[in-house]
């Protein structure tokens, strides 16, 4: 039973598109992440969420927008896809916020604009 | 601007040698840091870590090293086997409060370990 669960895997669409990718955690955390691996191979952090509730914001472009139904799931909503959002989406959970315990991730969502 | 920089993006090692992968930060405010592991297609996963109040923390084949005045950690795996051919991504995290405690990661290096 995998803990932290992102659907879909892969995703190919057309720039303009609006898509999302949905995760799941079944480990009882209370935050959530979304990271971006770009093609430089960099893992950056893109949002936070403890408790359903927005705690990190980092500049990203407004046409990507989390939403956290509850504290179990974290989606990413990306309106008006570029070609540029290409990249794999990670997932991610750690019991608490402000601690340095481990972060869990997902197995990455392969997103590609064409 | 990179804070957590991984300069060598591969190495390449004999099966039983030991393998070096080395991390520089230049946050003083990081006190943690972690090692992941990924394999392709997958997601990364938890390796080991280290406390600043430590220099070295040692699990099974895996130690850690932490030089906090030269801001360099290394992670040394011992013997290698041909299943550690992953990328390895270091990763530092500072105090609880403010923005340092989010994870801020190196952009990994490509180990491979030729049997």
């Known amino acids: 039973d995998t803990a932290v669960s992102q659907t879909p895997k892969y995703l190919v669409t057309q720039m303009g598109n609006d898509k999302s990718i949905k995760c799941e955690q079944n480990?009882?955390?209370?935050?959530m992440y979304w990271y971006k691996q770009d093609s430089k191979k960099f893992l950056k952090i893109m949002f936070s969420?403890?408790?359903?509730?927005?705690?990190i914001n980092e500049t990203v472009p407004n046409r990507f927008s989390p939403k956290s139904p509850d504290k179990a799931h974290l989606n990413l909503h990306i309106n008006s896809l570029e070609l540029g959002d290409s990249a794999v989406y990670f997932c991610?959970?750690?019991?608490?916020?402000?601690?340095?315990?481990?972060?869990?991730f997902g197995e990455g969502s392969w997103l590609t604009v064409v | 601007d990179q804070q957590v920089k991984q300069n060598s993006p591969s190495l390449s090692v004999q099966e039983g040698r030991i393998s070096i992968l080395n991390c520089d930060y230049t946050?003083?405010?990081?006190?943690?840091f972690l090692w992941y592991k990924k394999y392709p297609a997958e997601g990364p996963t938890f390796l080991i870590s280290?406390?600043?109040?430590?220099d070295k923390n040692e699990d099974g084949r895996f130690t850690v090293f932490l030089n906090k005045s030269a801001k360099h950690l290394s992670l040394h795996i011992v013997p290698s086997q041909p299943g550690d051919s992953a990328v390895y991504f270091c990763?530092?995290?500072?105090?609880?409060?403010?923005?340092?405690?989010?994870?801020?990661f190196g952009k990994g290096t490509l180990l491979t370990v030729n049997p």
């Open positions: 480990l009882g955390h209370d935050t």
């Open positions: 946050n003083s405010m990081f006190d943690y």
């Open positions: 280290i406390s600043s109040i430590k």
């Open positions: 990763a530092a995290s500072g105090a609880s409060g403010g923005s340092n405690y989010k994870l801020t």
């Open positions: 991610a959970t750690r019991d608490r916020p402000f601690s340095g315990n481990t972060i869990y």
């Open positions: 969420y403890n408790n359903k509730e927005l705690i």
